[in-house]
């Protein structure tokens, strides 16, 4: 994509990156993006922890997608270090333009080089086009995925 660039945010691009977790059904009920507080220090723990990759894809100076990669090291698989992919949001602009998975493809690459042997992620089950999305660039729902809020 011409005049993309994917790259670690920065404390400037939070507000846009709040707006992109916000716009939509789920994120509307979940985030606040009149007060900054609280993903600032999100940010500011995520910059200083080595195994986070926040990124936004920018064009022309607008932040127009976001992601998170974590790596996980771990003892299963035979020690194998795997990586999760979470937060994926693109500007509703930008929806269907190959952007996603751009995305995706910098998250795999990025896992391959950190020498991770496996790329998973979760996907809310009321998100079937994200599902059908992720299943076209290769993944595979394997497993039933579970959560406990605190």
């Known amino acids: 994509m011409e005049g993309l660039d ?3 945010a920065t404390a400037d691009d939070l507000s846009a990156i709040v707006a992109l977790l916000a716009d939509d059904p ?3 009920q979940r985030e606040s993006p009149h007060d900054l507080a609280p993903y600032q220090a999100a940010l500011d723990r995520l910059s200083m922890d080595p195994n986070q990759h926040l990124v936004v894809a920018v064009r022309e100076g607008r932040v127009i997608g976001t ?3 974590t790596i ?3 003892l299963s698989h035979q ?3 795997r ?3 979470e937060a994926v ?3 509703a602009d930008e929806r269907g333009s190959g952007l996603g998975s751009l995305l995706i493809k910098w ?3 990025t896992s391959q080089r950190l020498s991770c042997r496996m790329v998973q992620l979760t996907s809310d089950k009321s998100r079937t086009d994200a599902h059908r999305f992720y299943e076209r660039l290769g993944f595979n729902a394997s497993h039933e995925g579970f959560k406990l809020k605190l």
């Open 6 to 8: 994917i790259r670690y």
């Open 67 to 69: 992601l998170q990669l």
């Open 72 to 74: 996980i090291p771990g």
């Open 83 to 85: 990586a999760l992919i």
């Open 107 to 109: 998250a795999i690459d």
């Open 26 to 28: 789920l994120g509307a």
């Open 79 to 81: 020690g194998a270090t």
């Open 89 to 91: 949001r693109i500007h």
